[in-house]
C-alpha cells in the first residue's frame, strides 16, 4: 500500500499556501486539505501530480476534482462540527475526507456501481468511515433527512425538488449549476418554502446524470 511520506506532507503544504493564494480563506477547510492524503486517491500514473491543482480521472468517466474547486465549494458550506451533510457524488471520496476531517457527519450517494463499490472499501482502509450509499442523487436520501448541508460534486442542469426539501431551514445547498459549463450556486433555505440564491463564478464538473438515465 501507498505510504503518507514527510515529502508528500510538504508538497501538501505547499498546496494550502497555493489555495490561500487563490483567495481560500477558511482555516478549518485548509487543515483539512492539508490533512487528507490526496495522492492515495489517485491512479499511480498521476501521483507525481498529486498536489498540483489539477483535476485527474479516476475511471467510470469520472473525476477527482481540483483541490481548489474542493476547498471552494466547501468553504462555501460554512461547516460547523457535528453537522449533517449530504454529498451527492461520492466519486474518489477525496471531497468526502475533507468533510470527515472537518468533523462533519457525511452520507454520500454515488450513482456508478463501479465507483461506489470500490470508495466504500478504499476510505475505511485509510482511516475514514462514513454513511455510504448507492443511488440516484437526484432523489437524495429521505431516510436521514433534514441535512444541515448539501453539496453536490457534479454539474447539475437544475436544482432537485428532493434535496431542496431535504435541507433544514437555515441550512446550505452548494450545486454547480449548468451544462457545458457550470456557476458555483450557493442554496440558501430561509424558510420552508423560500430560498436565497447566490452566484460564485463557472466551473467545469462532470455531469449529475438524470435519474431517467441511471441504472445498474
Same mark, same amino acid.
Given at each position: $500500500?501507498?505510504?503518507?511520506?514527510?515529502?508528500?506532507?510538504?508538497?501538501?503544504?505547499?498546496?494550502?499556501?497555493?489555495?490561500?493564494?487563490?483567495?481560500?480563506?477558511?482555516?478549518?477547510?485548509?487543515?483539512?486539505?492539508?490533512?487528507?492524503?490526496?495522492?492515495?486517491?489517485?491512479?499511480?500514473?498521476?501521483?507525481?501530480?498529486?498536489?498540483?491543482?489539477?483535476?485527474?480521472?479516476?475511471?467510470?468517466?469520472?473525476?477527482?476534482?481540483?483541490?481548489?474547486?474542493?476547498?471552494?465549494?466547501?468553504?462555501?458550506?460554512?461547516?460547523?462540527?457535528?453537522?449533517?451533510?449530504?454529498?451527492?457524488?461520492?466519486?474518489?471520496?477525496?471531497?468526502?475526507?475533507?468533510?470527515?476531517?472537518?468533523?462533519?457527519?457525511?452520507?454520500?450517494?454515488?450513482?456508478?456501481?463501479?465507483?461506489?463499490?470500490?470508495?466504500?472499501?478504499?476510505?475505511?482502509?485509510?482511516?475514514?468511515?462514513?454513511?455510504?450509499?448507492?443511488?440516484?442523487?437526484?432523489?437524495?436520501?429521505?431516510?436521514?433527512?433534514?441535512?444541515?448541508?448539501?453539496?453536490?460534486?457534479?454539474?447539475?442542469? $437544475?436544482?432537485?425538488?428532493?434535496?431542496?426539501?431535504?435541507?433544514?431551514?437555515?441550512?446550505?445547498?452548494?450545486?454547480?449549476?449548468?451544462?457545458?459549463?457550470?456557476? $458555483?450556486?450557493?442554496?440558501?433555505?430561509?424558510?420552508?418554502?423560500?430560498?436565497?440564491?447566490?452566484?460564485?463564478?463557472?466551473?467545469?464538473?462532470?455531469?449529475?446524470?438524470?435519474?431517467?438515465?441511471?441504472?445498474?
Amino acid at each position: $500500500m501507498l505510504q503518507d511520506t514527510y515529502r508528500h506532507k510538504g508538497l501538501r503544504r505547499q498546496l494550502v499556501s497555493l489555495l490561500k493564494e487563490k483567495g481560500i480563506e477558511s482555516a478549518e477547510v485548509l487543515k483539512a486539505i492539508e490533512a487528507v492524503p490526496r495522492h492515495l486517491f489517485l491512479n499511480s500514473s498521476f501521483i507525481e501530480h498529486a498536489y498540483e491543482d489539477k483535476a485527474f480521472p479516476i475511471g467510470s468517466g469520472q473525476t477527482i476534482s481540483r483541490p481548489h474547486t474542493v476547498a471552494f465549494q466547501t468553504e462555501l458550506l460554512n461547516l460547523k462540527r457535528g453537522e449533517k451533510v449530504l454529498e451527492i457524488g461520492t466519486g474518489s471520496g477525496y471531497q468526502t475526507c475533507v468533510l470527515l476531517e472537518m468533523g462533519a457527519k457525511v452520507f454520500t450517494i454515488e450513482r456508478q456501481k463501479e465507483l461506489f463499490d470500490k470508495t466504500k472499501v478504499f476510505l475505511p482502509s485509510i482511516g475514514y468511515d462514513t454513511k455510504f450509499f448507492y443511488g440516484d442523487g437526484y432523489k437524495g436520501n429521505w431516510v436521514f433527512a433534514p441535512y444541515d448541508k448539501i453539496i453536490i460534486t457534479a454539474g447539475a442542469p $437544475m436544482i432537485p425538488d428532493d434535496l431542496l426539501n431535504q435541507l433544514k431551514v437555515g441550512g446550505r445547498m452548494v450545486i454547480p449549476l449548468g451544462d457545458k459549463i457550470q456557476t $458555483m450556486t450557493l442554496i440558501e433555505k430561509i424558510a420552508d418554502k423560500k430560498f436565497e440564491k447566490t452566484e460564485y463564478g463557472e466551473f467545469k464538473f462532470v455531469p449529475l446524470l438524470e435519474y431517467k438515465e441511471w441504472g445498474d
